[in-house]
């Protein structure tokens, strides 16, 4: 204990004789690019929404009309491996929603467990309309493509197996293509349903509502969103024929969005379009899944899709806007940052514990300001206000445990082509993939 209180003092003392410049050069990363695109930014837009909110609720209210009116077929597709014992969950879910125009194509990528006696015992009690199986595993993208075949549906909403939604999320998600008709793509707000389980479960819970519910809510109303996510998305069927459905391989959500936009339309998200979903409770299962995601962007946004980077005919300030931001801020400032730290490291070897506690009371204060964010946003604020409990430990989850595992999927990415070998995509797809790159 008196360690501590010494330790304590001795931060005290130093922090006294620190002027405010100092700190500012000390801690730039944070206050010179973070927080203007993280925090700030953030909190702009919020704000913006919340005082146009009424006005957009007139356009979403004759969307609405337009929707119900039209009453168009949906087509769900719900592609996986090994995912028997959660279509039926799903299926009920599905069941409840305030949209009931739909059709249900589970496709079974070769699973090995009881998923296909469980798929035709669906379709024959007609709780799915139909059941395809894949013999042979060919990748998710390729079993999305397989029931895209036989989608009957105006629109496609694509979701995992172990998805479930809440009742108005499939008439949410569709009101975008009501309210804007160049939108061909939208991507709903996925949450953490396992948010108790474990630490790790928690810190990912408020990571999806920083991540993805607002942040994904301030580049859509920028015009610069750049990924729907696989878990929750829907598309318009004739966009999807016109860029060739979705390209076998990983980073299929980011890959299907890059095409839409390439293609001339937008794409938009319904923030209140809410789908849980469970995510790993072991720090080692999110390291690897975290890996295969961050790799996706070396693929796709920096090789695939280069061309949207460069001056040509059909180049998009948007489109570029929209890739430049991710790879800057998601790659480069990554190594930046890591440049940044081993100096700051060097620099004050001698006051080193003085200067990480400043800066995780700085990054904590952040966070609140973040949460506050939220909290303006959720829909589920009392259920959601318990994970304020775990902000003390976000500059150690977001600060250096994600940072690390996007250094090292993108710097393996960049020079060893490591998506390729990567077991979850099946060895054949990953040379095809290869073959097609070169």
């Not at 597709?77 to 959660?86: R, S």
């Not at 009957?152 to 293509?177: M, Q, T």
């Amino acid at each position: 204990m008196n360690f501590i209180f010494d330790s304590l003092e001795t931060f005290v003392t130093w922090l006294q004789h620190l002027s405010f410049s100092s700190i500012f050069n000390t801690y730039w990363f944070l206050f010179c690019i973070e927080f203007p695109r993280y925090y700030l930014l953030e909190i702009i837009v919020v704000v913006w929404h919340v005082l146009t909110y009424k006005r957009e609720n007139k356009k979403v209210f004759y969307a609405r009309f337009r929707l119900f009116k039209e009453n168009p077929l949906i087509t769900i597709l719900v592609p996986g491996k090994n995912e028997g014992k959660n279509i039926y969950k799903l299926v009920k879910s599905l069941a409840e929603q305030t949209y009931h125009n739909y059709e249900i194509i589970v496709v079974d990528d070769g699973s090995d467990d009881m998923t296909p006696l469980i798929g035709t015992e669906l379709e024959r009690h007609g709780y799915i309309d139909r059941f395809l199986r894949c013999n042979v595993r060919g990748g998710k993208a390729s079993a999305a493509n397989y029931g895209a075949y036989y989608a009957r549906g105006k629109y496609i909403v694509h979701l995992d197996a172990d998805s479930s939604l809440d009742r108005d999320a499939i008439e949410k998600i569709l009101l975008p293509f009501y309210l804007d008709s160049q939108v061909k793509g939208v991507g709903g707000t996925v949450k953490v349903r396992n948010y108790k389980e474990t630490i790790c479960s928690s810190m990912q819970a408020v990571e999806y509502l920083k991540t993805i519910m607002v942040g994904r809510m301030v580049t859509a109303k920028l015009g610069i969103l750049h990924i729907i996510s696989g878990a929750f998305g829907a598309f318009d069927v004739e966009t999807l024929k016109k860029v060739g459905y979705w390209d076998i391989g990983p980073g299929l959500d980011g890959d299907i969005t890059q095409k839409i936009r390439k293609a001339g339309y937008k794409v938009a998200f319904a923030e209140d379009a809410v789908c849980l979903t469970s995510v790993p409770t072991k720090w080692t299962k999110l390291f690897k899944q975290r890996l295969r995601w961050s790799k996706s962007l070396i693929r796709f946004r920096v090789r695939k899709h280069r061309d949207i980077l460069l001056p040509q005919r059909n180049w998009n300030f948007s489109n570029f806007a929209s890739n430049m931001e991710s790879i800057i801020y998601d790659c480069v400032f990554n190594y930046i940052w890591l440049f940044y730290f081993v100096n700051l490291m060097w620099t004050f070897s001698e006051h080193i514990f003085e200067v990480m506690l400043l800066d995780f009371l700085l990054r904590f204060g952040f966070s609140l300001i973040a949460f506050t964010v939220i909290m303006a946003v959720t829909e589920r604020k009392r259920e959601e206000f318990f994970l304020i409990r775990f902000l003390p430990l976000t500059s150690l989850y977001t600060g250096y445990f994600m940072r690390i595992v996007r250094l090292i999927a993108h710097t393996k990415e960049l020079f060893f082509f490591s998506s390729y070998k990567d077991p979850w995509n099946p060895k054949k797809t990953s040379r095809y993939a290869q073959l097609e790159r070169a």
